[in-house]
């Protein structure tokens, strides 16, 4: 029994001693700083960074992070702080003009139009339009009396026996009146049948009362509405949509 006292004595004061001389290592010698230092390989090569420093690393590893492929998809993600991209406004139609209208149709055009909804985007003017109710065939004044005469000669060598020389005080004065017509085709028919006979420099004037008609005009409209305009206009002689004047 003594003999194991005397062992187990001498055991425990050589573990002591080997524990004095750091055979065995020290408790917490991981939990202080200095200690951790000198255990570090390559101690030298250690940076300790700024607030600022620290801050653009962490940044920079953000980013780096961002624009790695999603490991699902295979494609970049975006950065959270990406500003998402914002549709740009049309440019919008400065002014455009239906018409001229009759009495009739600027009362039916004006109902169509309402459903859009314009409000004070449309305004109506009266414009001057001549009402055509004929159509002159002539030759146009040259030379005063003396080749008005002359030009007469001329046509009843070519075998036009049907005109007569305008006088009056008016701008036609000394003009050779070659018909008048009730509609455009067949005023256009005998400049056609004079032009066969040789005769040339025959003009069609129309001639009317001037009136006003109305108008319609459309300011600062979006595309897809001015095409909508357009659409209704087509439907009316003479009125198409166009650039205002």
Known sequence: MLKFVFWALLAANAALLAYGQGLLGHAGAGEREPGRL???????????LTAVQAKQALDAAEAQAAEAPDAESGTARPPANAAAPVASAPELVACVQA???SVSDARRF?????SLGLGARQARVEVPFQEVSSR???????????????????????????????????????????GVFKTDSAARKLVAQLQRQGVRGVQVLPRGPQVQ???YQYRAIEPALRTRLAGIAE???????????
């Open 110 to 114: 004006e109902a169509r139009v309402a």
């Open 136 to 178: 002159l065939v002539y030759l146009p004044p040259s030379g005063g009396r003396e080749g008005a005469q002359r030009r007469a000669a001329e046509l009843k060598e070519r075998g036009v026996e049907n005109f007569y020389i305008m006088q009056g005080d008016s701008p036609l004065r000394w003009a050779i009146s070659l």
């Open 38 to 48: 000198k255990n570090q390989l390559a101690p030298e090569r250690l940076t300790q």
């Open 213 to 215: 008609r109305p108008v």
């Open 235 to 245: 439907d009316y002689p003479d009125a198409g949509l166009r650039t205002c004047e």
């Open 99 to 101: 018409g001229p209208f």
